[in-house]
């Protein structure tokens, strides 16, 4: 006889009961828990209390439940009741220090040669030239490469949707000499680009002026796609896998000779990885716009794009537009009108939803683009949910001081004024599938932030969470929600500060 189910919601208690007793509902047993640990944290019995807190002259990072601290030489984990550390590497000398990293893990599907592949790594870029990676639980070097002896190499970016990473290198500046001598730097940049489970180069390539233009300022690798920026505010973009099969001369493998290289092993030093993707004229452009600051980003069903024009006239607003039509949605420019020291924010819902996530100082929005493809009529930008801060809408101009004189403001206060109740920031947490909005207030002289927890489907409040630290807005911050751990990092002039919150039952 098939297991009973009921219909509606179950409460956490009564789950774990029928999973004790073998009765399993669709879905997996990972989802299960979490429906299980979302009851919990949304109980009044439980809250987020202050668990560790960590110094430090360098940057703090954060990342699927590890905090990496000093350059990434010191390694905590954040699955314990308070962060332990998991290694700590040798002190490395200027030469051989990070200056970039990522952490990897693949897919549970795959069947990998080497049992160290399916574990968590993390790739980091020395100063040096040489891409390692580490296991993320020990520290252990599994891998090196060495990419080059002639290019200094400084960024990683990930093509998540790809399952390859790049790395770029610094630009080539022409000198004043250069200029004065009439010698003509076309080399802009390299990049290597690599399959990440396992770690196998997929090709070098050169960003040169006389294939891609002048005026390039960067370029990037996302979703298969080349986005290549311009000084002229111009964005374009190239199909990767074209730009593969046309110009790619040769496969390469790490640790194997390349005729390239006259015979010599790839990856070994001092040869590293020779230009194996040589794009000899320009390749068809994808698609191109002008937008403010070079930014805009592409998401949504059917695929759209947002950015705001490079005219002072259309400063503050967005444009969300079809991808296929380039034509603008019905209500596709969206504009808080707010008066604020910090510009409001606007990007694709990393849920895959499709929706869009605009972020004032008083107001989020959250969009849905309703459309189909191929129906000829154009797609419609409509508000899916709306969350707003709580504050007087209509504040009294006028004080009175101490001494019973009134005094008259002669100004409106800013949108983002400290004294005000303000967003800052939207995280989500998508096995809970919450929503953590960082909220603050100075009413109290000093600087405040709670968090509060929203439904990602409907935007209902669930609860509230405080800062035991105070918020200074004149500092940078960054806030990561991670199940039962909280996250809080500040930078405070040279220093940068982390502070941790686990969930625990409630004091009483």
Not at 58 to 69: F, M, V
Request: charge should be neutral; charged fraction near 25%.
């Amino acid at each position: 006889m098939a297991p009973y189910r009921r219909k509606g919601a179950v409460n956490a208690a009564e789950l774990l009961s029928r999973r004790s007793r073998g009765i399993r509902e669709a879905g997996t047993l990972s989802r299960h828990n979490m429906r299980v640990l979302r009851g919990i944290i949304l109980q009044d019995s439980r809250e987020f209390i202050k668990a560790w807190s960590k110094t430090s002259k360098s940057t703090i990072k954060y990342q699927d439940g590890k905090i990496y601290l000093q350059n990434f030489q010191n390694c905590y984990s954040c699955v314990y009741s308070e962060p332990q550390l998991l290694y700590k590497l040798p002190k490395r000398s200027k030469l051989e220090k990070f200056e970039d990293a990522l952490l990897c893990q693949s897919s549970l599907e795959s069947t990998l040669a080497s049992p160290s592949d399916h574990k968590p790594s993390l790739l980091a870029l020395t100063a040096d030239n040489w891409l390692c990676r580490l296991s993320a639980e020990t520290g252990e070097e599994l891998q090196r490469v060495y990419l080059s002896s002639k290019h200094k190499f400084r960024y990683l970016g990930w093509d998540v949707t790809q399952e390859i990473f790049y790395v770029k290198s610094v630009q080539n500046k022409e000198s004043s000499l250069a200029r004065q001598a009439g010698i003509t730097q076309n080399t802009v940049m390299h990049m290597a680009i690599f399959h990440v489970f396992p770690l196998q180069i997929l090709g070098m390539l050169e960003i040169n002026k006389k294939i891609f233009g002048n005026g390039v300022t960067d370029v990037d690798l996302s979703l298969g796609v080349l986005v290549v920026s311009y000084s002229n505010k111009s964005v374009k973009l190239y199909s990767f896998e074209h730009i593969v099969q046309k110009y790619l001369t040769e496969k390469l493998m790490l640790g194997k000779q390349s005729s390239l290289l006259g015979g010599k092993t790839v990856g070994d030093t001092p040869f590293g990885i020779p230009v194996n993707i040589q794009i000899t004229d320009c390749p068809p452009v994808l698609f191109e716009v002008s937008c403010a600051h070079n930014s805009f980003q592409i998401g949504g069903y059917p695929w759209h794009y947002i950015y705001t024009p490079p005219h002072k006239s259309h400063e503050g607003t967005h444009h969300i537009c079809s991808l296929k039509e380039s034509t603008l949605a019905i209500h596709g420019i969206q504009n808080m009108d707010c008066c604020s020291l910090v510009s409001d924010a606007i990007f694709f819902h990393p849920d895959d939803s499709g929706r869009i996530f605009h972020v004032g100082p008083a107001t989020i929005n959250v969009l849905k683009i309703k459309g189909e493809l191929n129906s000829g009529l154009p797609s419609k930008v409509v508000k899916d949910f709306s969350m707003a801060t709580l504050r007087n809408n209509n504040p009294s101009q006028v004080t009175v001081t101490s001494s019973g004189r009134t005094v008259k403001k002669r100004f409106h206060q800013l949108d983002d004024d400290p004294d005000l109740e303000t967003f800052h920031m939207v995280e989500y947490e998508d096995e809970l599938d919450l929503l953590a909005v960082v909220v603050t207030n100075g009413e109290e002289g000093e600087g405040r932030a709670h968090i509060r927890l929203h439904d990602n489907q409907s935007g209902q409040l669930l609860r509230t969470v405080d800062l035991e630290e105070p918020w200074d807005e004149t500092y940078r911050h960054e806030l990561f929600f991670d199940k039962d751990t909280i996250v809080h990092i500040e930078q405070k002039n040279t220093n940068f500060c982390c502070h941790v919150y686990k969930l625990k039952a409630a004091r009483k």
